[in-house]
């Protein structure tokens, strides 16, 4: 028990301050101390007056913490940090801190037992290894007032908790261990024969090696030759030979599972905090193979780093509420949960349908209901989604019987329709009061309280009344609840009010009275009616299709008139350059021959320029399509420096790619760019693969990004990291990344696929969150992929892909159809079609010989039109028609070698020398 008692008073010591020996440097040190504290104070008594106007500032509150620790006014650092707890919970740092400033203060019994409830209320904030270990350690030093078995149960929670921790988790038995082996050695101390209280505590001992040794820990091979040297020593003191061979066993199975994990535990180590990511593919493995303690290890180790996304507690509290049921797990939680997340209005929902479930009673439920309403949510149909969740489940515990509890709900349902019509947007379409009215027609069979309810919606919403769903409802409700009578009513008000649909209304009401009306008459007023609406209503949608037509036309001449303007003012400042500014360009006289036609120019001409277009041989004209683009920028930016090198100065060329193809492996090539994107802004999208050694955008000669560029890195491992974020999104448009060299071959399946769907006619602002919202609550979604442009404009269309085919189908069938962003979307099994090249299925195009060329099919069509007029083309064919079977084969378009026809030749055809 004495070395136990000097192990905790070293523990205290590292907390007691050193004692200040400095002497005093004169009075300007002195006056600059004073001068310090004061503005210190100052900060302080500011940060307080904010606080108290808004406390929800969190970082307010850590620099008012940290102020304060500076004055070393324990009281007023305490009271700070207890306001800062009742908003915020306070991460595992802040409440060592905390803990250690009051263990440094406590001075007799009372105030250490006081440290106990705060280590409590600290591990109901964050399940955290450190605090555990912090606790236990205090907890020996408190042994005398907690019993040796208060300290053991403290010790059990701790192993519960962060037992399965597969980094920490062996600080915490090792530490429980340790405590064991110093009550043993308290008894052999005074007692060295075996009797029953060291048998069982050899007995304790042993046991936790061996539960120990079956959980996967990081340095279990470590604790396994412990175990065996101490199954020795025990062996040869007390002569008890325990069963080592048991604990093999599990040790075993144990190392087999590590092997499994360490590759998640080597992924956090290696990365850098939060580590979400590497903590959600941990988490998916442990949902598969782990136990349910296990999972909540991970998720626990995982938000200690990521406390504010709120999507991380959601999955955590869903696998608590279909894996244990159990309210002393599953409300603390949740109670953490909402505490981090605040703003997530899911939490909260499942979090009252969690207290619920779980018979908290209704009392509990309220109180949360209450604090979600001033938890501050980004969305207005939050509050909506809030209050629907908590009067579902007031109408589920309501005894229609008991007219108090029918009072209380209808008063419930009053609040919430003023709540939310002074919440903007939070409830257009008044969901709370249609579902009132059907309260009162179903529950409390009470229908003229409900048409109360609707003809006061439809009176003080005129919004509402126009719209054909507002009354399909009310008849609905009718139709249920009501008589005939007002079933008609209702849908003839309906088809004369709503402004959008009225057809809708008119269908059903025309449906009725052909199926169930009294009298033809009554028919044949409802097809008046209906005729009468639509003409209207025709007609008022012409009026606004011309008026959009409209809209659209001025638009348009107004963009193209900015065009002309913006082109106007390029052109006059051009004209206000100055002349010598550039290099003005002359045009080389064209070679003539002694009768003035032009000489054509060949391939062996030293001509000092080049005419616009010139035919070259196949075999010439299909190398260079076949060169890449990076090496034909390679010629280009020679040539520019040829040019530099005869003018002397610097090219009109920006930063262009001249190297050398030593580097080639360790480059990407990256096009699609948007123009106006930097260099600068190229390091920073892809310094996340590697380190980068050089960027190189590639200009024209205005000194214009091309849209193209050259990524060098340091390594190849860089090169094949940044290779697989192939068509990344930058500035809105998806980057092309590929090899420098090599064309890009990124291509999609062109079979069935059938966990993947094809979903089309989408609306151009539909994006792919928009799409996870809408297919996620089918299963679990592996990719979506909106098809865009090379703009980065969407197609229209999207590939949204699952983890089975039945969650696929099922997709399908439920999401056909369906109504996203005012467009009905279709949805089909992805069948991508094989496309056809156009150009292999084109005529082959003939050479200036009549011969076909292989390059003609990457070339342009030209018109071949013949150059000789028809009379003389009518002579000459005449005189090359065979005879008696025979072939000429010095055709008048061609001679014998199939050369083309001279100058000297043209003229004999033109003049008619024979």
């Not at 409802?473 to 009010?497: A, I, N, P, Q, W």
Request: aromatic residues 8%; negative net charge; glycine residues 4%.
């Amino acid at each position: 028990m004495d070395s136990m008692d000097e192990t905790h008073d070293q523990h205290m010591d590292e907390h007691q301050e050193p004692e200040d020996h400095s002497g005093s440097d004169g009075d300007s040190s002195d006056d600059s101390d004073d001068a310090n504290e004061e503005l210190n104070a100052q900060e302080i008594n500011r940060l307080q007056e904010e606080l108290a106007v808004n406390s929800y500032d969190y970082q307010k509150h850590i620099e008012l913490i940290d102020r304060l620790e500076s004055s070393d006014d324990l009281e007023l650092i305490r009271t700070a940090r207890e306001r800062m707890s009742r908003v915020y919970p306070l991460t595992p740092n802040l409440w060592l801190k905390w803990i250690n400033d009051e263990i440094r203060m406590a001075s007799n019994a009372d105030e250490k037992m006081n440290i106990i409830a705060l280590f409590e209320r600290s591990l109901n904030d964050y399940i955290s290894i450190d605090l555990w270990l912090e606790y236990v350690q205090y907890s020996i030093g408190l042994m005398d007032a907690l019993t040796v078995d208060g300290v053991r149960r403290i010790f059990e929670r701790s192993l519960t908790y962060v037992g399965l921790n597969v980094d920490k988790g062996v600080l915490v038995w090792d530490t429980f261990r340790e405590f064991e082996s110093f009550i043993l050695r308290s008894m052999t101390s005074t007692q060295c024969e075996l009797n029953d209280e060291i048998k069982r505590q050899l007995d304790r001992i042993f046991d936790l090696f061996r539960r120990q040794l079956s959980v996967p820990l990081i340095g279990m091979d470590n604790t396994y030759s412990e175990c065996q040297n101490w199954c020795q020593s025990v062996k040869e003191k007390f002569s008890v030979d325990l069963n080592v061979a048991a604990v093999k066993t599990g040790y075993e199975k144990a190392c087999k599972e590590l092997a499994k994990l360490v590759a998640y535990e080597e992924s956090l180590t290696n990365s850098e905090a939060p580590h979400y990511e590497q903590y959600v593919r941990y988490i998916e493995y442990e949902t598969t193979n782990g136990t349910p303690t296990r999972v909540q290890c991970i998720y626990e180790r995982a938000l200690i780093e990521n406390c504010l996304i709120a999507d991380l507690w959601h999955k955590y509290t869903t696998y608590l509420d279909k894996k244990v049921v159990i309210d002393t797990i599953i409300l603390p939680v949740y109670e953490r949960a909402v505490r981090n997340c605040t703003w997530s209005s899911l939490l909260w929902i499942s979090y009252m349908r969690a207290l619920e479930r779980l018979k908290c009673g209704h009392q509990k439920v309220m109180e949360a209901f209450e604090s979600a309403l001033v938890a501050g949510f980004q969305e207005p149909n939050e509050y909506l989604q809030i209050w629907l969740t908590y009067l579902d489940g007031l109408r589920r515990k309501t005894n229609w019987k008991d007219e108090s509890e029918v009072k209380s709900l209808r008063n419930t349902f009053e609040k919430g329709v003023q709540h939310l019509a002074a919440v903007e947007g939070a409830d257009p379409t008044c969901t709370v009061w249609q579902y009132w009215a059907k309260v009162e027609a179903k529950y409390c069979s009470n229908i003229d309280r409900a048409r109360e309810l609707w003809n006061e919606l439809i009176t003080s919403r005129p919004d509402i009344a126009s719209q054909a769903q507002t009354w399909l409802s009310y008849s609905r409700l009718e139709r249920l609840f009501g008589d005939d009578k007002h079933y008609r009513k209702v849908l003839m008000r309906g088809l004369t009010t709503s402004t959008d649909w009225p057809e809708s209304v008119g269908q059903i009401l025309l449906e009725y009275e052909r199926e169930e009306g009294v009298s033809i008459e009554s028919f044949d007023e409802a097809m008046n009616k209906y005729e009468n609406v639509m003409k209207k209503a025709n007609e008022r949608r012409v009026k606004n299709a011309e008026r959009e037509a409209e809209e659209k036309k001025r638009e348009k001449a107004s963009k193209k008139y900015e065009k002309y303007e913006l082109k106007r003012a390029s052109k006059r400042k051009a004209e206000q350059t100055p002349t010598g500014a550039t290099e003005a360009k002359q045009k080389p006289a064209p070679d003539v021959d002694s009768d003035g036609f032009k000489v054509p120019q060949t391939s062996g001409s030293s001509s000092v320029s080049t005419p616009k277009k010139v035919r070259v041989e196949a075999s010439e004209q299909s190398t260079t399509q076949s060169k890449p683009r990076e090496e034909r920028d390679r010629n280009v930016n020679r040539r520019e420096d040829n040019r530099e090198d005869k003018r002397g100065e610097a090219p009109a060329h920006g930063v262009s790619y001249k190297g050398d193809g030593t580097k080639d492996l360790q480059t990407v090539f990256v096009s699609n760019l948007d123009f106006k994107i930097s260099e600068k802004e190229l390091r920073d999208a892809f310094e996340k693969f590697g380190v980068v050694d050089d960027v190189r955008l590639v200009r024209n000669y205005k000194g214009l990004s091309k849209g193209y560029a050259y990524v060098e890195y340091s390594s190849i491992e860089s090169v094949r990291e940044a290779l697989k974020h192939d068509r990344m999104p930058l500035e809105g448009r998806p980057a092309f990344i590929s090899e420098m060299g090599k064309r890009s071959k990124f291509g999609f399946s062109t079979s069935v696929e059938k966990h993947k769907i094809f979903v089309k006619n989408l609306a151009p602002e539909v994006t792919t969150e928009d799409l996870k919202k809408v297919f996620e609550k089918y299963g679990t979604l592996k990719d979506v992929r909106l098809v865009t442009y090379r703009n980065g404009h969407s197609k229209g269309c999207a590939y949204v892909e699952f983890n089975d085919e039945s969650t696929a189908l099922l997709a399908v069938k439920e999401s056909d159809g369906q109504l996203v962003a005012d467009r009905n979307i279709s949805v089909a099994i992805s069948n991508p079609n094989v496309k056809s090249n156009p150009r292999e299925d084109r005529d082959p195009i003939q050479n200036f010989n009549g011969n076909p060329t292989e390059s003609s099919r990457y070339s342009k069509t030209r018109i071949d039109a013949p150059m000789i007029p028809m009379a003389l083309r009518r002579q000459n064919a005449i005189r090359r028609r065979p005879q008696n079977g025979s072939t000429d084969s010095s055709a008048s378009g061609s001679n014998s070698s199939g050369s083309a026809l001279s100058n000297n030749d043209f003229r004999n055809l033109l003049l008619g020398n024979k």
